[in-house]
């Protein structure tokens, strides 16, 4: 299974982004999808996922036939500068399985 990510980039503060993930591969049965990010010398961290949903500044939608989540992100504030993760756990043919995008950077300038 591999997840791709896009949508990532430079935005001033305020500003909106949205990032999408699309999965491939493996016949995969999505039990959860989500979007973590990691900032510089943080762990990483939950943003949102389908099941427990988003904060008040981001929303996350999935398409669970496309198997394709996205994450729409506003008023966007210097501190969520990170690098955005998506994230996805469930079955294919081997078994259960959770798996990680490459990582698409944000960047909110002040």
């Known amino acids: 299974v591999q997840l791709v990510e896009s949508g990532g980039g430079l935005v001033q503060a305020g500003g909106s982004l949205r990032l999408s993930c699309a999965s491939s591969g493996s016949t995969f049965v999505i039990k959860e999808m989500g979007w973590y990010r990691q900032a510089p010398g943080k762990e990483r961290e939950l943003v949102a996922a389908?099941?427990?949903?988003?904060g008040s500044r981001f929303t996350i939608s999935g398409d669970n036939v496309k198997n394709t989540v996205d994450l729409q992100m506003t008023r966007l504030k210097p501190q969520d500068t990170a690098v955005y993760f998506c994230n996805a756990s469930g079955w294919t043919t081997s078994g259960w399985g959770n798996y990680w995008g490459q990582g698409t950077q944000v960047t909110v300038s002040s």
């Open positions: 389908i099941l427990s949903g988003g």
